[in-house]
Structure formats: C-alpha cells, structure tokens
C-alpha cells in the first residue's frame, strides 16, 4: 500500500511558475513508478511527467521544455515544476504511483487544483 498526498496547488498567474509536490508514505526508492498527471472535468487522466527509481523522465509535448520532474528519496517526494503558465495547465492534477516498472499505475493522491490566470 501507498498513500500518495499533494500539495502545491492553487491559483497562479500566467506567465509564472508552480512547484507541485507528492509525497509517499514509504520510501519511493520501492516504487518503480511515479508521476503527475492531469484530469479535466469529464475526461480521462492523463500524464503529464513521469520518472522511474533509476531517475529515467518522461514528459508529454505540452510541458516539455517547460517542466521538471524530480524525485527525493531522502524526503520520498516527488515535484513537478512547470514555468510559463498558461490557461491551458489549469485542471487537477494527481500524483501516481506505480510499484512495477510495467503496467497501471496502482495509487494515487487526492488530486489539487491548479488555476492559471491570463
């Protein structure tokens, strides 16, 4: 089991920056997977970033660029930090963790919401 909770969210202007952190209640070095992805209201969750144990990072082509994803096994956090906002990144977003390096991800966070002013 894995309790994922978020932070970070909230209103931002655009133009700006947000960090968004998650963290584990066991060490993240077991958990093969992690992730932030988003969901906007009546659509599927989709990734947004993901790294693997060994460091490996994914983003998708709207915030590549202009995000960084990071994990801190002493903390057993995760952040995703996305600069030059814009109105499309508001949406929820949620942390996920997935304990093998292949298949779904198993647990996620409650989501948090983030908002960007134009």
């Known amino acids: 089991q894995v309790q994922l909770v978020e932070s970070g969210g909230g209103l931002v202007q655009a133009g700006g920056s947000l960090r968004l952190s998650c963290k584990a209640s066991?060490?993240?070095?077991?958990?093969?997977?992690m992730g932030w992805f988003r969901q906007d209201p009546g659509k599927p969750r989709l990734v947004v970033a993901t790294?693997?144990?060994?460091?490996?990072?994914n983003y998708v082509d709207d915030v590549k660029g202009r995000s960084t994803i990071s994990r801190d096994n002493i903390k057993n956090t995760v952040d995703l930090v996305i600069n030059n906002l814009n109105p499309e990144d508001t949406t929820v977003y949620y942390c996920?963790?997935?304990?093998?390096?292949?298949?779904?991800?198993?647990?996620w966070g409650q989501g948090t919401q983030v908002t960007v002013n134009s």
């Open positions: 996920g963790a997935g304990i093998e390096i292949l298949g779904t991800y198993d647990y």
């Open positions: 066991r060490p993240i070095k077991e958990i093969a997977r």
């Open positions: 790294i693997t144990n060994r460091g490996l990072t």
